[in-house]
T-cell receptor, first 113, second 117 residues
């Protein structure tokens, strides 16, 4: 029973490039959450999605960041025109439904040069 | 908005001893969940324990137990018989449970636990 999968595990981008982070939830889970962890900080919520719907994007920066969770395939967090401040660990978590414990993937470490 | 505070940036414990990590939170809600997550050097987030606010009984999971004081808005984690593998960052987290509440987890800044042999 595979857990939450994220890829790539490490991603290096130069300033101005695009970063695409993928998250495959646990089998049977249709709710996905994205969090960002800056160095020496706790995780900060970014966005909550169900299949084909964004439910809560209150933590997403207004520009350059977008997320989707299509009917088929993984959830994608997309960062356009990356800047050094985007360097962080990005985690996704999934649940089967509401009011359930969130189980986390291993994270993607993004480094912007 | 809810906030979670972990007042101990670092803690240390001798192997086989007991340690308690502190967490306080601020909320006006009456129905919510509280969690402790562990982040070892691999940086994987691992669920340690979960507490429902409506339950008076403190949650326990093997060597891990919590002291949940709802009126005081306190949620401490006790690790008994500490093992070297317990060394990690520990994060306390809050989540709304009521209708219309946000599904997101609100995390504290973490406590780095060192276990000395």
């Amino acid at each position: 029973n595979a857990g939450v999968m994220q890829n790539p595990r490490h991603l290096v981008r130069r300033r101005g490039q695009e970063a695409r982070l993928r998250c495959s939830p646990m089998k049977g889970h249709s709710h996905v959450y994205w969090y960002r962890q800056l160095p020496e900080e706790g995780l900060k919520f970014m966005v909550y999605l169900q299949k084909e719907n964004i439910i809560d994007e209150s933590g997403m920066p207004k520009e350059r960041f977008s997320a989707e969770f299509p009917k088929e395939g993984p959830s994608i967090l997309r960062i356009q025109q990356v800047v050094r401040g985007d360097s962080a660990a990005y985690f996704c978590a999934s649940t089967r439904g509401r009011e359930e414990t969130q189980y986390f993937g291993p994270g993607t470490r993004l480094l912007v040069l | 908005a809810q906030t979670v505070t972990q007042s101990q940036p670092e803690m240390s414990v001798q192997e086989a001893e007991t340690v308690t990590l502190s967490c306080t939170y601020d909320t006006s809600e009456s129905d919510y969940y509280l969690f402790w997550y562990k982040q070892p050097p691999s940086r994987q987030m691992i669920l340690v324990i979960r507490q429902e606010a409506y339950k008076q009984q403190n949650a326990t999971e093997n060597r891990f137990s919590v002291n949940f004081q709802k009126a005081a808005k306190s949620f401490s984690l006790k690790i008994s018989d500490s093992q070297l593998g317990d060394a990690a960052m520990y994060f306390c987290a809050y989540r709304s449970a009521g209708q219309g509440g946000s599904e997101k987890l609100v995390f504290g800044k973490g406590t780095k636990l060192t276990v000395n042999p």
